[in-house]
């Protein structure tokens, strides 16, 4: 990776970790409005010379994937564990980066932590030859130190231009996958960590949207969504973003088309199984002997 691309990288690095720090310390209020900092988030990155990849969510069970829409009061309460995973891009090269944080009291700051020390113990071991089990390996047994486990069906992702999930899973678990990372590899280490048996599936109404393949489409509804979402190619798009420009009806309309024809794919809230709350800590980097953490903020402690 070239110097010039290295710079970009932490520059949407910085914005991106700013933006997920700014955000965490409002939701940890009672009676924040999500939808408020949601929106706070997005403009924030723009403010700050950013392009907006995401701005998403999750609240208590639910591991990611929540994005309020633009009726949605939801807000933070006295003990909830709330999760804030903020993407920033600049012409696609991508910073990938999450945090939780307790409303008020919780009895749960050790979930946090444990979450914390795996992202810390995998990072530790990031080097190119380095397989994906021992990584995996390494985020288990922290979450286990503490009493925790880690969710064994979400992982960590190699990252390219315009695409977030580049191919290669990182696990938080020993999945035995002997892949070696390579030097120059643009990585995220994301390790959920659970007091439930460890597993997510989909639940829930999708706010979370991704083009899938570019086809023609006849709908004047299909057509605007396609238009509206356009620059961002591969990247996510949110529910809000067309309700605001199009209405609720039309939104409806042209999403469910799109969906039909596989065009569009539909990336519903990801929940815990069993009930069990859910922390996030997430940093993206490069593959280096000394990894390139650009996501770090000065005041994180992982
Ligand atoms: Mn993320
Ligand atoms: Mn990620």
Same mark, same amino acid.
């Given at each position: 990776?070239?110097?010039?691309?290295?710079?970009?990288?932490?520059?949407?690095?910085?914005? #991106?970790? *700013?933006?997920?720090?700014?955000? /965490?310390? %409002? !939701?940890?209020? @009672? =009676?924040?409005?999500?939808? &408020?900092?949601?929106?706070?988030?997005?403009?924030?990155?723009?403010?700050?010379?950013?392009?907006?990849?995401?701005?998403?969510?999750?609240?208590?069970?639910?591991?990611?994937?929540?994005?309020?829409?633009?009726?949605?009061?939801?807000?933070?309460?006295?003990?909830?564990?709330?999760?804030?995973?903020?993407?920033?891009?600049?012409?696609?090269?991508?910073?990938?980066?999450?945090?939780?944080?307790?409303?008020?009291?919780?009895?749960?700051?050790?979930?946090?932590? #444990?979450? *914390?020390?795996?992202?810390?113990? /995998?990072? %530790? !071991?990031?080097? @190119? =030859?380095?397989?994906?089990? &021992?990584?995996?390996?390494?985020?288990?047994?922290?979450?286990?130190?503490?009493?925790?486990?880690?969710?064994?069906?979400?992982?960590?992702?190699?990252?390219?231009?315009?695409?977030?999930?580049?191919?290669?899973?990182?696990?938080?678990?020993?999945?035995?996958?002997?892949?070696?990372?390579?030097?120059?590899?643009?990585?995220?280490?994301?390790?959920?960590?659970?007091?439930?048996?460890?597993?997510?599936?989909?639940?829930?109404?999708?706010?979370?949207?991704?083009?899938?393949?570019?086809?023609?489409?006849?709908?004047?509804?299909?057509?605007?969504?396609?238009?509206?979402?356009?620059?961002?190619?591969?990247?996510?798009?949110?529910?809000?973003?067309?309700?605001?420009?199009?209405?609720?009806?039309?939104?409806?309309?042209?999403?469910?088309?799109?969906?039909?024809?596989?065009?569009?794919?539909?990336?519903?809230?990801?929940?815990?199984?069993?009930?069990?709350?859910?922390?996030?800590?997430?940093?993206?980097?490069?593959?280096?002997?000394?990894?390139?953490?650009?996501?770090?903020?000065?005041?994180?402690?992982?």
């Amino acid at each position: 990776m070239d110097q010039e691309t290295i710079k970009i990288l932490q520059k949407v690095g910085s914005i #991106a970790a *700013q933006v997920r720090r700014e955000g /965490a310390s %409002k !939701l940890a209020k @009672p =009676g924040t409005s999500f939808l &408020e900092v949601m929106d706070y988030c997005e403009q924030r990155i723009l403010n700050l010379g950013g392009q907006i990849a995401w701005a998403q969510m999750a609240v208590n069970d639910a591991a990611a994937h929540y994005c309020p829409a633009e009726d949605d009061s939801s807000a933070s309460k006295e003990g909830d564990i709330i999760k804030i995973d903020i993407g920033v891009h600049q012409d696609g090269w991508l910073a990938d980066n999450g945090m939780t944080v307790v409303v008020g009291k919780s009895e749960y700051n050790d979930l946090l932590k #444990a979450t *914390q020390n795996a992202l810390k113990a /995998a990072i %530790k !071991l990031v080097r @190119p =030859g380095v397989q994906l089990w &021992e990584l995996g390996e390494a985020q288990a047994s922290e979450a286990e130190t503490l009493g925790y486990k880690t969710v064994r069906n979400l992982s960590g992702h190699t990252i390219e231009p315009y695409v977030v999930h580049a191919g290669i899973s990182i696990p938080a678990y020993n999945n035995k996958d002997k892949t070696e990372l390579q030097e120059g590899w643009q990585i995220a280490i994301e390790p959920f960590v659970t007091n439930g048996v460890g597993l997510i599936k989909e639940k829930g109404i999708p706010t979370v949207f991704m083009v899938e393949k570019e086809r023609g489409v006849r709908s004047p509804y299909a057509r605007n969504i396609l238009q509206q979402v356009k620059a961002q190619k591969t990247l996510p798009f949110t529910l809000k973003w067309l309700t605001r420009k199009m209405g609720k009806g039309a939104t409806a309309l042209g999403l469910r088309e799109l969906q039909q024809l596989d065009v569009v794919r539909s990336y519903p809230p990801l929940v815990e199984v069993s009930g069990g709350l859910v922390s996030q800590f997430e940093h993206s980097m490069i593959v280096k002997d000394k990894p390139i953490v650009y996501t770090r903020h000065e005041e994180d402690e992982w």
